[in-house]
Structure formats: C-alpha cells, structure tokens
C-alpha cells in the first residue's frame, strides 16, 4: 500500500479514529523535484578572456572545455557587468548588479542601496530556489559575494554560501587566494588543505575531488535526485599557479608576442563562426608596448609569464574534465545542463610588466627584471605569487577592445557555453542572441519548469530582472528577446539597446590618453562628459566597436544617453561615483569596536587580514603566554602572511625567534641569545619605529625589534625597511601555526606550537599610516 502523502496547507487526508485500529495514516509530503528533472552545473571562471577557450579561437588546449561546445552551443554575443563580484551576483539572483547592492567590488562598498554590498534576501538564489525544488545544492570555489566585515569566524553567516540555499560548501570566501595554500572553509568553518605542495596538492583538483564527493555522496541514497554544482575555480585569476609541467607544454609557443596572438585568434574565431568574414579587429592598445620594440629579455619573460598562464588554463579545464568523464560514468552528464561562463574580461592588474609577487605591486615596491629573470623557471610554483603583463589580457580580450574593469566588449564580452544532451537537440553550433549574466538564472528555470516562488524563508521576492534564452537553444535565427542593458562599473558606463552600444569611458579610453590628475566625477564634470564624453556604436554591424559613430548620428547618441538614464534610475545605478580612496576608506558598520588590544588563542581558524590587528607603521608588542613543557617546545606562536611578505613569532631549537618577510625579497631575523626555559613564561617580541614610512617608495617604516623571555632582553636589532601596506593579498593571521604559505624558510607548515599556548596578545598604539590609493588597487586586484 502507497504511502499517502499530502502538501503543506492542504487538510489532512487520513482518518483519525479513536484507536488505530479505526484510523488511516497520512504524511506530509517531501520535497521531490520534477521526474526527469536535468542536473544544473555553473562553471565559473575568474577573469577569462573571450579569446582564451580553444573554442573561442585561442592556441591554448581546452578539450574538455571544447567538447562541451561540440556537444551544445557557443555564444558570441554574452555579457557581464565587467567585475567580479557584480556577475555573481547576477548570475545567482537573475538580478542586475546594482539591484543586489553589489556596484563594484563587494570590499568597496558605500552606504547607498545600490553598493552597500548586502545582496537583498527579496532577492533569491537560484540555490534557494532549486533547493526548495527538490535539489541538492553545492558550492564550489570562490565566493567573493559576502561582506569582507562578515568573513570572519564571528559571521553572522546567513551572507554566506550555506546561509543563501547551499547545502555544501568547500573553498575560499575572498577574491583570490593561494592555489597551494588555500584560505579554505568547509561549510562554516576553516580547514587545512588534504596534503601539502610538495605531496602535489593543488586546489583545482582538490575542489574538483570535493565536487564528485559531494555529488556521489547524495546519488547512492538518492540515485534520482537532481544535484546544482555551481564549480568556481580561482582560474585564472592571479595567482597563476600551476606546475611546471603543464607550462612547459607551452615552450616557445608565444615568443613571437601578443601582436601575433590576437591575429591568429581572430581569424580562428571567424572560421568558427563568431564573426562575420568582414569584421574589424579592435586597434592595438595605446597603452600596450609594440611586441617588437621590448628587448630580448622582455620578451623572454614575459613569453614565459604566458606559458605559465596557458599551462594554468589546460591544467583547470583538464579537471573540469574529470568531473564530466564522471558524470558520464554514472549516466548523468547527457541529462546535466551545463553553462560555463567566465566573470569579467582578461585581467590588466598585473601592470604593464607583468609580476612574480602581485604584492610588491600592492606595497610600491617595484619589480626588477634582473630578479624576475633569475627566478623565470619558478614562475607557477609555490614561491611566487604571479601574473602577466596586460599586454596578454589585451591580447585575451580578442578581437575586442579593453579589459576587465571597463565596460567596453573587452571587459564585458566573455565566453558562455551551454551543453544539454537530453534538453537541446542543436549541437556544435554558434549562438548570436544577446545574453546578460542575469538570464542565466530565469533559463535554468524555465528549463526544469519552475515558477519563480512568490516567497523564500517567509521573505516575498522581487521581480526577477532578466530574460530566459531558453528559446535559443533550438532557433538559432531567433531574435534576441534582451533589448536593452545598462552598464556601469565605477564610473565608467554603457548602454545597449537594439544593436546599438553608447559607451562613456572614464578618465578616458585608455591610460595614456587620461588627464595626468585624473577625474573625479561631479556634478561639474558629469555634465562635460554627458555632453562630449560619449561614443557610439552600431554594434549590430560593428561588434569590435571600432567605429564611433557620436558625431554622426548626434540624434541616436543623445535617445541613448537617456536611456542610460531611465535604466540607471531603475536599477539604483545612482549616484555616480568613480572615486577609489575616498570609497575604500569610507567608514562602514563593523561588528566590533576598532581596539588597541587583540588576543588570539590558538586551535582556531585563521583570522582574515581585513579582521586581523594591524601593527604596520605603529609600535607594537606581542606577548605569547605559554607552558613549555620539560624537555623543551618548538612551533609558530604567532603568524601573519606568508611568502609574498609577513612576519613570524616562534620557537625552534630551544631559541625564541621573529622573522619580518619583507614583500619576499628579504628576511629580517632575531634569535634570542638564551634559550627558552621549561615551565610557564611569557615570550614576547616588541617594535618601535625609529622613522616615519616612506610609503610611496614602497618603505615601511624602520624600527628597533626586541625579543624578551618574561621581561628580560634577549636579542635586538635595527629593522630597516618593513612591508608598507599589506602582508599578504590571501593569508590572514594564525595563533599557534602558520596556517599558509611559510613566511619563512627556517621551518615548513603549519610548524604548530607542541607546548600550551594560553593565549597571546598583540598591543597597538599609534597613528597608522596608509596610502589608500594603494590598498584599494589591492582590493580590486582581488576579484
């Protein structure tokens, strides 16, 4: 006999009798999804190219990536909001950027609705929903959508993955992190990495293992119901990390430079059918060096630095791969609707040169070709903290202009690949409707046959603001159902509608052509730029926005502008702001009063940077109460960054030792002249600048460190030069060991403490010295 079940709401259906005898049992019924409801998979790459997919034309390998394009479709014409958090939040939300308090960078916000950063609960996730729907719901990979004040192990976490409809989660809160050793969490709390680099770990394969895991471990309870896996590797985002193998498949393939690749690129991608045959490609970039006048040393390096970056790529889409090949061996992958995008356009960060240490960058300590050279065979290791020069993301945004950040088609236009065996009856064909990052959501839907709920958790939901493409899938001569699309990303604004694109580029369209004391937008320069600050193009007919057509047609410019307009009051685009320093120190709610005196504990989580104690540029002492048992102890007491600059309390070798890593370039070392004796003790490190920082010389200031056993002077010497502005762009604060990449050479993590730490304390006092500007390309950087 069935058992009989009954939905909420619903009166009961069984019998109530005086005995059981006379009674009829009924349930309330489970959640099931739909009967041959598909699986949903969202890969999401970082800072992707349009032409750095073999599908989009590139020379780089992605076969895995390439076989889902032969087996679906391959869109030409999709777009983003050009940054990364915003397209994530579009993306999970169906709604526009700015509708989800999510303008730019989510470190970045300002108290307006429209940036303050805190996605609106009437604003559901497409994980909230499929999982009110029957679906298992994982989250792999970056997050990057929680205010930074709320990544902390003091929450609140209802902002985190698992508070917004995820059931699982495995990997990094923040906009980047190390590829060997990742700042992970695990649901709600942090982890260490499985093995460590030299045991082979990398985190794409790790999250590539935790995702088959987490699919497997519902399907032998559950083998029919439907899972949504939203995969988001770091790549390729900075750090580009790989091994060397994988880059060196690579050798000599981009020696003839960036010039040469977007040719190549571009007439790949109109034999594939992008572009039409009479398409433009985009001017070289005035601020791009001509390949040919870098000297052979340059062009080596940076050769290399793409080697290692295509390497970066091949080895991600190979794990991509796995997780397909096991999808096919349990009969899943024809029935999986898979979409894979990429967040923004190319990445121009790593500056005109390129790096080895993004973080010397973020501290104005300047990179020296004689250095990068000598260490060109260890660019992708563990050592190093790399990302190529811009000439390669110009290069990557093939054939468009611009890069990521701006809202030019090089920062907004990016691949989109949709693969549905069982759901689309099209394959290996090329797709030119319009499509925004908030329609991926409303076509998930519509593909399953969900009707957007009216509520969530008791919340009642906003309009969903994008268009379902769905109808694309088999019509390929289909118009475009999204008419109309505002951009703006801090300041620099667009708007499409109907074939035609009207783009306001601030300062100006590149670097060199900017005025050298920039722009601030006000109400003053706004109206400039409103009347001569537009260009306009008939993308219909020129996707490479190659022809600027404002003089021509003054009349379509000015019915655009206007738009813009009635599309930025809308979606609370408003106000305008394009400053950086002023929103980055800006003062915004904190969970806990900003204090002078900081205790950490050990057997805890790392503390990330934004919630850790500040001692740069300031005296301060840390004091480590500990029991050192007989026999002696050894391990990390307390620690702060990693390789690419931070500093380290420990003991080894029966001695008390502090070493400051200055931006990976030198180590400043105190080893106390008395060993650390049995018993309980306090053991502490004291600094005392002797000078102010000379911060835009990429100087911190100098100083006179201490090492005390209880309150006796064990060691002592100057400290001439510290890290300025920023100890590490992924690794916070440990208690206890060093939870990332070593800060120093002297011992291998975690080097946990093996006495009792009973607590340890860090007193500050002092005026902080920063300089904004830097830390705020710090903070962009990370997306």
């Known amino acids: 006999m069935a058992v009989k079940e009954y939905q909420p709401g619903e009166p009961f259906p069984g019998v109530i009798g005086r005995t059981v005898e006379r009674s009829e049992p009924a349930w309330p019924a489970l959640v099931r999804a739909k009967e041959g409801a598909p699986n949903v998979m969202l890969i999401v790459f970082d800072d992707l190219g349009f032409g750095q997919l073999g599908c989009y034309g590139s020379p780089i390998r992605t076969p895995n990536i390439d076989r889902l394009a032969e087996k679906g479709l391959t869109y030409s014409n999709y777009h983003t909001p050009a940054l990364c958090s915003p397209t994530r939040s579009c993306l999970l939300t169906g709604r526009n950027h700015h509708s989800n308090g999510v303008a730019a960078v989510i470190d970045m916000s300002t108290g307006f609705p429209g940036s303050n950063g805190m996605i609106p609960f009437e604003n559901g996730f497409l994980s909230e929903i499929l999982r009110m729907s029957g679906y298992n719901t994982y989250a792999l990979g970056k997050w990057h959508i929680t205010p930074f004040e709320q990544c902390s192990a003091a929450g609140p976490y209802d902002r985190w993955p698992l508070g917004r409809g995820f059931e699982r989660y495995y990997g990094f809160l923040n906009g980047d992190t190390h590829q060997y050793y990742p700042d992970l ?77 977007r040719e190549r690129t571009f007439e790949r991608q109109k034999e594939l059918g992008l572009f039409p045959p009479d398409t433009v490609l985009s001017a070289h970039d005035p601020d791009v060096q001509d390949w040919d006048s870098l000297g052979a040393d340059e062009r080596r390096l940076y050769a290399r630095m793409m080697e290692v970056y295509a390497g970066f790529l091949e080895h991600t889409d190979h794990h991509i791969g796995r997780i397909l090949d096991h999808l096919q061996a349990r009969g899943e992958l024809d029935n999986t609707l898979v979409m894979l995008v990429s967040d923004n356009g190319a990445s121009a960060e790593g500056g005109e040169s390129g790096s080895l240490n993004e973080n010397k960058f973020f501290n104005n300590v300047p990179d020296s070709l004689e250095t990068n050279l000598k260490v060109i065979d260890e660019l992708g290791s563990p050592k190093h903290f790399n990302h190529y020069p811009w ?93 109309t699309q505002y951009f703006e990303m801090l300041g620099h604004r667009s708007i499409y ?43 219909a007919e020129d996707p490479t926005e190659t022809r600027n057509l404002a003089d021509e047609r003054r009349d379509k410019l000015i019915e655009m502008i206007a738009l813009w307009y009635i599309e930025a009051g809308k979606y609370q685009v408003l106000p ?70 931070g500093y380290s309390l420990y003991v080894k070798d029966r001695k008390l030792h502090y070493v400051h890593n200055y931006v990976g370039d030198q180590e400043f070392h105190l080893e106390s002249d008395e060993p650390v004796p049995d018993g309980e003790v306090d053991l502490v490190f004291d600094f005392r600048p002797t000078a102010e920082p000379s911060i835009a010389e990429g100087k911190g200031s100098p100083g006179v460190g201490r090492l005390y056993i209880d309150d006796k002077q064990v060691a002592e010497r100057n400290i001439p030069v510290t890290v ?11 208690c206890g060991r060093d939870a990332g990449a070593p800060v120093t050479d002297a011992y291998q993590t975690p080097f946990e403490f093996n006495g009792h730490i009973q607590r340890v304390e860090v007193d500050v006092g002092g005026h902080v010295r920063q300089d904004s500007a830097a830390r705020t390309r710090e903070i962009l950087a990370r997306e």
Not at 502 to 526: D, K, N, R
Not at 607 to 636: C, K, M, W, Y
Not at 724 to 734: H, I, N
Request: charged share 25%; proline share 8%.
């Open 497 to 539: 509608h109907d074939g035609w694109k009207a783009v306001c580029p601030v300062p100006a369209p590149s670097y060199s052509e900017a005025p050298p004391e920039g722009m601030v937008i006000t109400e003053e320069t706004l109206r400039k730029l409103d009347a001569e600050g537009w260009e306009l193009y008939h993308v």
């Open 185 to 261: 969490v695990y649901d709600n709390h942090q982890v260490d990495a499985p093995k460590t680099p030299e045991e082979g770990y990398h985190l794409t394969e790790d999250i590539a293992d935790k995702a088959m895991q987490f699919i497997d471990d519902a399907k032998q309870a559950a083998p029919d119901k439907p899972f949504f896996l939203y995969f988001c590797p770091g790549a390729m985002h900075a750090p580009h990390h790989v091994p060397r193998e994988w880059a060196d498949r690579y050798r000599g393939q981009f020696d003839d430079g960036w010039n040469a690749y």
């Open 724 to 734: 300025p502005l920023s100890f590490s762009l992924s690794e916070g604060l440990s």
């Open 391 to 483: 000439g390669w993301a110009f290069a990557g945004d093939t054939p468009f202009r611009r890069w990521k950040r701006e809202t030019y088609r090089g920062g907004t236009s990016d691949p989109l690949i949709v693969s549905w065996p069982e759901g689309i009856k099209s394959r290996g064909e090329v797709r030119h409707q319009y499509v925004h990052a908030i329609d991926l959501m409303p076509t998930v839907l519509e593909a399953i046959g969900i009707e957007p709920p009216r509520q969530i958790r008791g919340v009642t939901q906003s309009a969903i603001e994008g268009l379902s493409f769905l109808y694309s899938f088999d019509e390929s001569a289909a118009e475009s159902r999204h008419r």
């Open 576 to 645: 305008l702001d394009n400053r950086v320093v002023e929103r980055m120190t800006a003062e915004r709610p904190v969970l806990a009063d900003r204090r002078e005196h900081h205790v950490y504990y050990p057997r805890t989580g790392q503390v990330p940077a934004e919630a850790a104690v500040n001692v740069l540029n300031r005296p301060h002492r840390i004091t480590a109460r500990v029991v050192v048992p007989s026999g002696g102890a050894e391990g990390v007491l307390l620690s702060h960054g990693g390789n690419t600059g």
